[in-house]
């Protein structure tokens, strides 16, 4: 029943949440608080692009630039060509006016074509580097990291960077290229009207931020009311959800909640239409109240300062053109925490560091040569250095031989075994093959020479073959057919409609545990390692399947070295040696006969039932 209880599963993968809106994110800010990120790191990410992003710079330049020329054009067809009648010159300006505006849409595009694939060039260096980073973490690390962390990181930061990084960098620059050169001008055109847009633009623009940010609070709230309403769906009307309310008589509380969390929603709509209509407004009258203000400035004596009617109608245009650059420049802070979060977020991924660190010179160990041999040397470990998991063991497994690990749950037998494959490093002491630390070992070598088979097996989405072919990719199909035989699982995988082709997974043929069990086997034996580790590997077989297929292991190398950890008497009994751990330590050690002669721990387990252990571990 222990799941049950577990909590729905909430998103709140960091791209997700929204940065238009007046403040910075406060899981941003506290990310930049935790790991400070330094611009230089960040630039040193874009180096490479140098020239690429100096062309779309000048671009961006260019084309404010260029567009400025637009009001210039109109007060000309007001003021010259429209008064004298002059079509000539009206068809200049006319074509002038077309061509700017070609001009800049055509370099728009280039310039987005440039920024976006420097963009994507850096973010797949991130994501291929973040990625070979992560795959030399131990499996310790990943145990640590909530489920979904690090598939998040990768995929939805270093994916939301394109958009935010390249589009804050070139609204930076295109706001602050509009902006100045649309201030330089107006100044140009009228400086007494500019003069007034200073005073009148701030107070409209600050009004107009001011009714966004209420309008993103409103909503960021509805969001959160909307995500509980969700996860309440999903505690309350899931299969396990259901069957813990109804086991537990809280139905009754859950509807009440949920009526509670709807009813709150309906408040929250309202306000929230009412905000994003109220935004619409303010919008709409200040951009009828601005222009009208000049227009009067224009209009008194007192101010007009004489100017032509061209000058006006272009100097209201080139203001209309000030307000949306303006606004984004309000929210730079913003944009850049959100930017600086999520290189924050990958790099501190990327600075991780590697705990299981390869040997810069490894020693060869070819299967070929290889004999075999493991030794546990005063083996000391702790997940936590305060508190030792396994101390003092010491152990030789001779080659070809079979030791096998038994003692209660949490002693350490999963923990020991996964020192010699190196899923974890020794806090003391040392794990030979064949007398070399696996420490010195090339990676590559120690994959080679030890299989590992547990009790949770993994199947990639993918068909039986290459699951197999995946152990070894030069695995031939006679070979691959030859160990699901002798893992007893060829006959199930040949009777299936796609035999071999058949997909594994939850889109193809769903194998039951024990099957999902022989297919791990199989795969192992494909590889044919010199060690090999079985940690409850058979648990989910029949005794009868799992005897077969431990003749099988037996039988196929007379090289092989086995480590196994089963809790059935059937699977303990014939091995060389029989170590009994408890509380990390080796308390008795022998073979089947002579431990139980000793009437000790083990002669116990046996008397308890080797076997009925299983249901508690
Ligand atoms: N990834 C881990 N992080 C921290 N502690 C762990 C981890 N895995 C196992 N342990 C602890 O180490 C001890 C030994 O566990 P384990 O080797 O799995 O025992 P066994 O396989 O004999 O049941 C237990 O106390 C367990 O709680
Ligand atoms: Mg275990």
Redesign the pocket.
């Known amino acids: 029943m222990e799941d049950l209880s577990r909590p729905g599963s909430r998103s709140d993968s960091p791209s997700s949440r929204s940065r238009r809106g007046g403040r910075p994110d406060p899981a941003d800010v506290r990310q930049l608080a935790d790991s400070p990120v330094s611009l230089r790191r960040v630039a040193r990410l874009f180096a490479p692009h140098r020239s690429t992003l100096t062309v779309v710079v000048a671009l961006i330049v260019l084309s404010s630039t260029v567009s400025l020329a637009q009001p210039f054009l109109v007060r000309h067809v007001i003021d010259e060509a429209l008064p004298r009648q002059d079509v000539r010159l009206l068809l200049v300006l006319v074509g002038a006016m077309l061509a700017v505006a070609i001009a800049t849409a055509a370099i728009g595009v280039v310039q987005t074509w440039l920024s976006t694939s420097v963009g994507q060039q850096v973010m797949h260096r991130l994501r291929s580097d973040l990625f070979a980073h992560l795959q030399r973490q131990s499996?310790?690390f990943f145990?640590?990291t909530r489920g979904g962390e690090v598939q998040s990181r990768l995929v939805n930061d270093i994916g939301s960077m394109q958009g935010v990084v390249t589009q804050t960098a070139t609204s930076i620059a295109a706001n602050v290229t509009v902006v100045a050169g649309t201030a330089v001008a107006m100044v140009a055109l009228s400086w007494r009207l500019a003069l007034i847009s200073l005073v009148v633009l701030p107070p409209a623009v600050l009004l107009t931020r001011q009714v966004a940010r209420m309008r993103h609070r409103i909503t960021g709230e509805r969001q959160r009311r909307l995500a509980d309403l969700h996860v309440q769906i999903e505690e309350g009307l899931s299969v396990s959800g259901v069957l813990l309310s109804k086991t537990l008589g809280a139905s009754p509380r859950l509807t009440a909640r949920f009526d509670e969390t709807s009813s709150d929603l309906v408040g929250l709509e309202i306000r929230s239409r009412l905000a994003g209509r109220w935004r619409m407004a303010t919008m709409n009258v200040v951009f009828a109240a601005v222009p009208a203000a000049i227009y009067l400035a224009a209009g008194l004596p007192a101010t007009s300062g004489g100017m032509t009617i061209g000058t006006l109608v272009a100097f209201i245009a080139l203001q209309g053109n000030l307000f949306r650059p303006l606004m984004g420049l309000l929210n730079v802070g913003v944009d850049l925490t959100a930017s600086m979060a999520l290189f924050s977020r990958i790099f501190e991924y990327a600075d991780l560091p590697v705990d299981l660190v390869e040997a810069s010179d490894p020693t060869r160990l070819e299967r070929t040569s290889a004999r075999g041999e493991v030794r546990f040397d005063g083996v000391g470990f702790g997940?936590?250095p305060d508190?030792p998991?396994?101390a003092g063991i010491d152990l030789v497994v001779s080659a070809g031989s079979t030791l096998a690990?038994v003692?209660?749950?949490?002693?350490?037998?999963?923990?020991?075994?996964?020192l010699v494959p190196r899923l974890r490093d020794v806090t003391t002491g040392s794990v030979t093959i064949d007398g070399v630390d696996v420490r010195d070992l090339a990676s590559a070598d120690l994959a080679e020479l030890v299989g590992v088979v547990t009790q949770e097996t993994y199947l990639m989405h993918a068909s039986v073959r290459d699951n197999l072919r995946h152990a070894r990719p030069d695995a031939t199909d006679a070979e691959i057919e030859d160990a699901c035989r002798r893992a007893r699982i060829h006959e199930l995988v040949a009777s299936l409609p796609d035999g071999y082709d058949t997909l594994v997974g939850s889109r193809g043929h769903r194998f039951s545990g024990g099957e999902q069990q022989r297919l791990a086997i199989a795969r192992t034996l494909l590889r044919d390692p010199a060690v090999l580790v079985l940690?409850?590997a058979t648990s989910a077989l029949d005794n009868e399947t799992e005897r077969a297929i431990l003749e099988t292991f037996a039988s196929v190398s007379a090289t092989r070295t086995t480590i196994t950890?089963a809790h059935r008497l059937s699977t303990v009994r014939d091995a060389d040696q029989i170590a009994v751990?408890h509380d990390?330590r080796v308390v008795e050690l022998g073979t089947h006969e002579e431990l139980l002669l000793r009437g000790g721990r083990y002669a116990d387990l046996v008397r308890g039932g080797l076997e009925r252990e299983r249901s508690a571990?």
């Open positions: 499996l310790d145990t640590r997940y936590d508190r998991v396994l690990l003692g209660e749950t949490g002693s350490g037998k999963s923990t020991l075994a996964s940690d409850e950890i751990l990390g571990a």
